[in-house]
């Protein structure tokens, strides 16, 4: 390592890197795209629609500044971190309650009212909850932060919605005024659900990677991202279509069996196997990006996460009339199986990659794990090792200290654990040389470790 | 001698460029069929003439009131073609699609002289239900071309109410 690049990473006072300019430049076109939506919507639509929708300029407004709070607490110090993201979470909870109701109020209020609005959102609720904490279990080695894995599905489930629903409804418009009604008509819908969709979506998982690089490693956390803006796309559009079908079958008295058909395809069957899986591509190829070498082999992995994603969510919308379901005997057993047979393969090419990804950090935070103890800074002792190397172990030590020093105790060590973890993934990312922080970062990690052994001591 | 170690990571990538050509080709498939069943190059300029929507009556099978683009669920309704505007070599269809996209009523396919006894064309309430179901219902007279309906020459969306 040359002098000049060691005094470079050693300034404590870095220059902001060029990618947070290019995640603002993004969250002002979404936020652009959001506006001119509403504005869209407020002249074009009917009278409540367009009022409504003006009222989601509010919406809009809130998430912005709940994100801007958010990342700003990120790079502040921890006294005033903690209320910075209290405030961001108040606010981008405040927009997605906004915007649920504002949704009910839109859309459904009018035929099936807010009862049975608020009956769908509580149903999808639990559902969506488990597959969060699915996804957010799937990285054994370093879960997450919960308020992140939160905002991704917040943003999936309010600003990804919000985004498609004007251009959807043109390409929709257009469609129906110049295509022959039928299979082509059905692959246009496709490439519009497709593409429009997965690109709102894919941007959520874009800008926590430019923004959160630190809490962004490697592909399993591009997964863990991008399913979890799946999960929360999906949940509100699971609402809409029981909301929907209700206030279309309910005069024929099978209103709630349309809305109870929805929610187990949407949120038991297709929980894992829809927009988790599409937008986990996304975040698989951002998680790639991540970890490559050049910028030209950075777009070609983030293209190519997004053209799986999109292709994934088309052949399912285009070719799903190919397996027609029948009213017979098999009727369940045709729904689960058109499932599996359409999006099984995808979901399986997902789980190839989680896999690979996992043997891959494993491998590599073990090879770190013994270097650092091999340094002897004390930050991890030799006899450490092999318990950091398996989650299993860890929790099995967890539990030990549980019984011997109680909740405390317990709580302690997984902090130590989680900060020794940190510390061999900074290693990793420094050895590869995909880190922007300073060296001071490195050292402050294993500070961090050392005090926090010392806590667990006492 | 000994060789370098390799990066697992270039792995991850190719395995993601696997995915993504295969992704392409499923892409470029459904172009492809896109292409086949929206065939560039026929437009005719042919145009139908729909004389409009009306309440229908299924017992007399006839139409009355005035042309309308909404209608209650409760309401039958059908669409009334002027197929004599037609050439009388083209082959046509006239059809009905519901909100989901399904077929709930048609004529055709025929020549408009084969056509002509049928110029109203209703809407069928689906199996099991006792009206229409909501939502933006399309009617489409389509021009035919090697058995498949390649151009739609006339077209009229209406609104069931909720």
Redesign the interface.
């Known amino acids: 390592m040359s002098a000049l690049t060691t005094a470079r990473r050693a300034n404590p006072r870095a220059r902001r890197p060029a990618r947070y300019a290019i995640a603002i430049a993004i969250a002002v076109a979404l936020s652009l795209v959001l506006v001119a939506s509403s504005i869209l919507n407020y002249i074009y639509l009917d009278t409540v629609a367009g009022r409504t929708s003006l009222y989601g300029l509010l919406a809009v407004a809130l998430i912005a500044m709940g994100t801007f709070i958010g990342v700003r607490a990120a790079a502040r110090d921890p006294a005033v971190r903690r209320r910075d993201f209290i405030r961001a979470a108040v606010l981008l909870g405040l927009a997605a309650l906004f915007w649920l109701l504002l949704i009910d109020v839109f859309i459904f209020t009018d035929a099936a009212g807010p009862r049975v609005a608020a009956v769908c959102a509580l149903a999808c609720l639990p559902t969506t909850a488990f597959g969060l904490w699915v996804v957010r279990r799937i990285d054994r080695n370093e879960k997450e932060p919960w308020r992140l894995v939160l905002v991704a599905a917040a943003w999936g489930a309010v600003v990804a919605t919000s985004l498609v629903i004007w251009a959807e409804s043109l390409w929709q418009d257009i469609a129906i005024r110049t295509l022959v009604p039928g299979p082509g008509f059905d692959v246009s819908t496709a490439f519009s659900a497709g593409i429009l969709e997965e690109l709102a979506k894919g941007s959520a998982v874009v800008l926590l990677f430019l923004v959160m690089r630190n809490e962004f490693d490697d592909v399993v956390d591009g997964i863990v991202y991008g399913a979890a803006v799946g999960l929360g796309f999906n949940f509100m559009e699971s609402v809409a279509y029981m909301t929907n079908l209700y206030a279309i079958f309910a005069p024929d008295g099978v209103g709630g069996y349309a809305a109870g058909f929805q929610w187990y395809a949407r949120q038991v069957l297709g929980l894992f196997f829809g927009h988790a899986t599409y937008t986990a591509f996304v975040g698989a190829g951002v998680g790639i990006a991540r970890q490559l070498p050049t910028t030209r082999k950075k777009l070609i992995a983030i293209a190519a996460g997004f053209i799986v994603a999109i292709a994934a969510h088309f052949s399912w919308d285009a070719w799903i009339n190919l397996f027609p379901i029948v009213q017979n005997n098999f009727l369940i057993l045709e729904i689960h199986l058109r499932t599996l047979i359409m999006t099984g393969p995808f979901t399986a090419a997902v789980i190839a990659l989680l896999l690979l990804g996992l043997h891959i950090e494993s491998q590599a935070l073990a090879d770190q794990f013994r270097k650092e103890a091999a340094l002897g800074s004390g930050a991890i002792m030799p006899d450490e090792v092999p318990i950091l190397m398996s989650p299993w172990r860890r929790f099995r030590q967890r539990l030990r200290a549980l019984g011997r020093g109680g909740l405390r105790a317990y709580v302690r060590l997984a902090r130590l654990q989680t900060a020794q973890v940190d510390l061999a993934m900074e290693r990793w990312h420094r050895e590869r040389q995909e880190v922007d922080t300073p060296l001071e970062a490195e050292q402050e990690l294993r500070s961090q470790v050392i005090s926090l052994r010392k806590q667990l001591a006492a | 001698m000994v060789a370098a170690p390799v990066d697992?990571?270039r792995?991850?990538?190719r395995?993601?460029?696997v995915?993504?050509a295969?992704?392409?080709f499923?892409?470029v498939a459904?172009l492809v069929?896109?292409a086949?069943?929206?065939p560039p190059g026929q437009h005719t300029g042919l145009k139908a003439t729909i004389v409009g929507v009306y309440q229908y009556d299924p017992d007399h099978k006839t139409t009355a009131g005035p042309d309308r683009n909404s209608f209650p669920?409760t309401f039958q309704f059908a669409a009334v073609v002027d197929w004599s505007s037609l050439p009388k070599n083209v082959v046509v269809d006239a059809?009905w699609?519901d909100?989901f996209?399904n077929v709930v009523g048609s004529v055709g396919p025929g020549t408009p002289d084969q056509l002509a006894g049928q110029t109203i064309v209703p809407v069928k309430v689906p199996p099991?239900?006792?009206?229409n179901?909501?939502?933006?219902y399309?009617f489409?007279v389509?021009r035919y071309e090697g058995g498949a309906?390649?151009?739609?020459i006339g077209?009229r969306?209406v609104l069931v109410e909720?």
């Open positions: 697992q990571v792995t991850l990538y395995t993601l460029l995915f993504a295969v992704s392409l499923i892409l459904g069929e896109f086949y069943f929206e669920r059809r699609y909100g996209g099991g239900f006792s009206h179901l909501p939502g933006h399309v489409v389509e309906p390649v151009e739609v077209r969306v909720r």
